[in-house]
């Protein structure tokens, strides 16, 4: 994870494993910003709805656009988590007012989403 504040400046960075122990460590990290935005590549179903449930706005980006956004920030082969966190950050930062956030479900399809597999 790689926060960057209003500036383009890095925040924080880290990295966490995806169990209860290193969520909680995320969630821990995260609420020293509390107006928080969250740009993930879309196919990242599970962490993107994890925080979405930790109370987060996120901005899902389609793959295609994320490399888009890389290539045109930094020199061709510098493909690594840093600099797709770096990239789609920054993207957000710049451009985001005219994404759009993902929604948190109404109460009744979270509960059907939980009972239906997907």
Request: hydrophobic share 45%.
């Amino acid at each position: 994870m790689l926060v960057l504040d209003h500036t383009g400046r890095i925040a924080d960075e880290f990295r966490f494993e995806h169990n209860a122990a290193g969520w909680a460590l995320c969630q821990q990290k995260l609420t020293a910003f509390p107006r928080l935005v969250i740009a993930i590549e879309a196919g990242h179903c599970v962490s993107i709805e994890r925080l979405v449930a930790l109370g987060h706005r996120v901005y899902p980006v389609h793959p295609r656009s994320s490399k888009s956004y890389r290539t045109r920030r930094l020199s061709i082969g510098t493909k690594t988590d840093h600099a797709d966190c770096w990239a789609l950050a920054d993207a957000l930062r710049l451009e985001g007012e005219s994404w759009q956030v993902l929604m948190t479900p109404e109460p009744y399809s979270a509960a059907v989403a939980a009972v239906v597999p997907g």
